[in-house]
């Protein structure tokens, strides 16, 4: 298993396992996870931008040099309107 910074290059990877995880959240609770179709285009619009973004991060996992999955991170900083201290997710 080998783990790596995404590039726009792995931009269709990206939106075909964000799409899917979203899907399978929406079957769990529907009311939560609504989405905003078109899912594919808004990740297209919003991965690129995470990827230059200083407080984000995308990692890529790769078995057998084939993308199994991927994780995105991001610094939210202190909020006092949703009353949080400053956080990662």
Known sequence: L????????DLSALVEF????????QVYDADRFHGFEPLDKKYVEFFPEQLENKQAAMLIAELDEKIAGYAF???EE???LDVRTATVW
């Open 2 to 9: 080998k783990i790596r910074r995404a590039t726009i290059e």
């Open 18 to 25: 964000a799409v899917k995880l979203i899907r399978q959240h």
């Open 73 to 75: 991170l991001k610094i």
């Open 78 to 80: 202190e909020s006092f």
